[in-house]
């Protein structure tokens, strides 16, 4: 019989020793070297391939910073799970969105497991998060698209689905893909699609998912929200919403800065999931970076969309500011 070892590749291997030698046993890299009769630099290697194939897994624990204050206030103000990213204030949003999503994508990982299902909600900041994904190997577990990403300019789909593809490759996931458009021109022309088995059976995975991962959606972001910016409203549907005080979205589905959705016009025409069926999933992970998200993220919380908060450090602290 074949050793089950032989079918887990060399470096493979190579790199879980030196992972346990380093972390476990607090060998240092030149120990390590000795040990494994290669060179430092070699095991500086197999210890980020450790990490980035999910090999190990690393948590901070710090229970007396700023961090952990600012958590608490978000639990205790809003209910929500914090997780504080630091980063410097004077950054450019664009990388202050990078390096929220690279914290993201690893602890997306603690969220999501085997038999589990995954609602995505394309958008500028999940996009960011698809990127640095750590892979984890699961069973049975299902990626589903929350939103159409279609429109009068393209169908969207090469856009949702590479981010989708990013997923479900990363975790082993089969992918549930939602081929509507982003917004409908006609409510009833939704109702009747919505009718149709087809789609019916995607809209019944997304009332059944256990995770929901979305960005918020803002006009006023330095780093445009996708929506806003890849032909997907009209003049029209713009000054819909300042008539209806919108603040922002989530999975293009529109809000109030009181959490309320009712009475708002664009909605009846959005593909994506009622804010009570997003309530649904047991746990709702929003990633946000950027003081210009923080009215979208204060309707969100108002909403009681979120249980875990993945944001940047200087937003945290606006956010707890009265």
Not at 156 to 181: C, M, N, T, W
Request: charged content about 25%; overall charge neutral.
């Amino acid at each position: 019989m074949t050793d089950a070892t032989q079918t887990v590749p060399e470096k493979t291997r190579d790199a879980i020793k030196a992972a346990h030698l380093y972390y476990m046993q607090d060998l240092t890299m030149e120990a390590i070297a000795r040990e494994l009769h290669t060179s430092r630099s070699s095991v500086s290697r197999l210890l980020s391939f450790a990490r980035d194939k999910g090999l190990v897994s690393i948590k901070i624990r710090s229970p007396h910073d700023r961090a952990s204050e600012l958590n608490e206030e978000l639990m205790s103000r809003f209910g929500v799970a914090g997780h504080i990213v630091p980063v410097p204030d004077q950054i450019s949003d664009i990388d202050r969105l990078e390096r929220v999503a690279v914290s993201a994508a690893r602890i997306l990982d603690q969220f999501f497991d085997s038999n589990m299902t995954l609602g995505i909600a394309w958008g500028s900041t999940v996009s960011a998060v698809s990127r640095y994904l750590v892979p984890k190997a699961m069973h049975n577990s299902q990626i589903v698209q929350l939103n159409g990403a279609g429109n009068n300019r393209t169908s969207g789909i090469l856009y949702a689905s590479e981010i989708l593809r990013k997923f479900g490759d990363a975790f082993g996931a089969h992918v549930e893909q939602f081929p509507v458009p982003a917004f409908f021109d006609d409510p009833a022309t939704k109702a009747a699609l919505w009718r149709e088995r087809s789609t019916s059976r995607v809209l019944e995975i997304q009332r059944s998912m256990d995770v929901a991962l979305f960005g918020v959606g803002s006009p006023l972001a330095q780093v445009p929200s996708h929506v806003y910016m890849g032909g997907y409203l009209e003049p029209d549907d713009y000054a819909s919403l300042e008539r209806d005080g919108v603040v922002g979205d989530v999975a293009t589905v529109f809000y109030r800065l009181d959490g309320s959705s009712d009475g708002i016009a664009l909605n009846e025409r959005a593909s994506g999931p009622d804010l009570a069926v997003l309530r649904r999933a047991a746990r709702r992970v929003c990633v946000a970076s950027g003081i210009s998200k923080l009215q979208s993220l204060r309707g969100a919380l108002a909403a009681r969309l979120v249980t875990d908060l993945i944001v940047d450090e200087g937003t945290a602290r606006a956010l707890v500011q009265d």
